[in-house]
């Protein structure tokens, strides 16, 4: 094993976890979860069955990642973001799981929401306490309840422009002379 988990953390048998990555205090990881090379899960973390997570992948404190969701490689997940998976959640009754997909490279803000059937795109980030209901561009930044397109951020993060509308093909960074499109 060539994986790290702290001696609180519960990882299941049939979970596979990728050469290093560390688990941190309390995380809880289901059997059937796939977790790539050096990710890393901050105290707290729920990966459930069936959850793929990419290489590289940092999730920060009180995230849970639910049944339906895959996380490309390089996505940042900040503290206590949520994820959904039903979108006519009941007690009793049929569950109907809706998948989501972030795409390599995004970066959730954190408290935001995620609402199950999306997708995020590459390299875009979502603001902190956002509340996203349609899918995110790739290098679009949307904020807001909901949240609502607000400019766009190259690979390295920057936010490259305050124009909502679609970009030109191409905007360059100030900050690393990196493009996005």
Known sequence: ????????????????????????HHSHVRSGATIGVGASLGKNVYVDSGVTIGNRVKIQNNVSVYHGVTIADDVFLGPSCVFTNDRYPRAVGAWDVVATKVAQGASVGANAT???????????????GAVVTHDVLPHQLVLGNPARPS????????????????PPDSLKCSDCGGVSA
């Open 1 to 24: 094993m060539s994986w790290t988990a702290h001696e609180s953390a519960i990882v299941e048998e049939g979970a596979l976890i990728g050469d290093e990555s560390r688990i941190w």
């Open 114 to 128: 995620i609402v199950c059937g999306v997708t995020l795109g590459e390299w875009c980030a979502i603001g902190a």
């Open 151 to 166: 400019g766009w951020v190259c690979k390295c993060g920057r936010v490259v422009s305050r124009d909502a509308a679609r």
